[in-house]
């Protein structure tokens, strides 16, 4: 049975014309909208698109199913619009804390589709450096709504979002970017001088747990309070970086690698207590848009 999801991936395919535009609209990679199309073609029994050297073309089947995929949309839509007047969900204030790096790569295509479907709600976005300033004022009532790392043990109500992938940013000339390598083993910097993290920033602790388990401690080349930073000094050749994948932007001068082992960190959004209509309407969007990765690729903008 085919999903809303995948509905509006085949959309959306559709409008933008061909896979790669429609993953940059969806704030997806290409694999994942290709498996969900792939599956709903499954499901169908048959093609719903032939995929072109410069775009893609509906299928008899496609061009049948299109029509329906958009009046389902439609008629979501409605419904949610009716359920928001129902819910006084069209106007009041969301108080939302979240953590720096969370802020730059998960938070803003959210946001984004939050102010299109609630334009009448204002949110109020507080910032901390670290899981455990978070959770403290989570726990001292400062904001409706986390979203950030696990807050460890917790009475309150937690969804999981899904894990962000990390990736170490070199320069695009480096030595281990070269041959179409997308994968690099830590252990294989170890006499680096690294892009580090100034003392308080959570993304500190990512990097030492992540050389630690790899068998060095990371020599420190420049050190950043800024998490946005990270991946543009590593770019310059100062030093890798690892950064989650989700903070570097679509156009980037370096290259991301996939650091082997992985390197993942778990997401989830919490509160205090049982959410309201408000709060509990933002985690939906929130499920549905989080971008918890982007693939490395030669000049950052995803998997080909």
């Known amino acids: 049975m085919a999903t ?22 969806l704030h997806v990679t290409q694999p994942a909208l290709s498996h969900q199309i792939r599956a709903l073609e499954r ?23 299109l029509p329906h995929a958009r009046a389902a949309l439609a008629d979501v839509e409605r419904a949610r619009s009716a ?30 589709v939050w102010r299109r479907e609630h334009p009448g709600v204002r949110v109020r976005l507080v910032e901390f450096r670290h899981t455990g300033e978070l959770r403290a004022a989570m726990a001292a009532g400062q904001a409706d709504l986390a979203v950030g790392p696990p807050p460890g043990e917790w009475d309150g109500p937690v969804r999981v979002l899904g894990v962000e992938e990390f ?13 179409g390598a997308d994968r690099v ?38 050190r950043t309070e800024q998490t946005a930073a990270a991946a543009p000094l590593a770019a310059t050749g100062l030093g890798p970086a690892l ?7 679509p156009r980037f001068d370096g290259r991301l690698l996939r650091p082997s082992p992985p390197v993942t960190r778990p997401l989830v959004a919490y509160a205090r207590t ?3 209509a408000l709060a ?22 995803g998997d080909p």
């Open 43 to 65: 499901s169908l029994g048959g093609p719903l698109l032939d995929r072109l050297p410069r775009g893609v073309r509906l299928t008899p089947a496609g061009r049948a199913m």
């Open 274 to 276: 049982r959410p309201d």
């Open 4 to 25: 809303l999801r995948q509905l509006e991936y085949l959309v959306t395919v559709v409008d933008g014309g061909s896979f790669t535009r429609a993953a940059e609209l």
């Open 185 to 222: 083993e830590l252990s294989a910097l170890a006499d680096r001088g690294w892009v580090h993290y100034a003392p308080g920033n959570g993304l500190a602790e990512v990097l030492d747990g992540a050389c630690a388990a790899a068998g060095f401690t990371p020599r420190v080349a420049v």
């Open 280 to 301: 509990s309407a933002f985690v939906e969007v929130l499920a549905r848009h989080a971008r918890t990765e982007r693939g490395p690729g030669g000049d950052g903008t």
């Open 243 to 249: 950064v989650p994948a989700n903070v570097v932007p």
């Open 83 to 112: 359920a928001r007047r129902a819910s006084g969900l069209e106007e009041g204030e969301l108080q939302l804390a979240t953590v720096y790096s969370v802020s730059l790569g998960v938070l803003p295509p959210v946001l984004r």
């Open 167 to 179: 990736v170490v940013v070199v320069p695009a000339d480096d030595p281990l970017a070269g041959g």
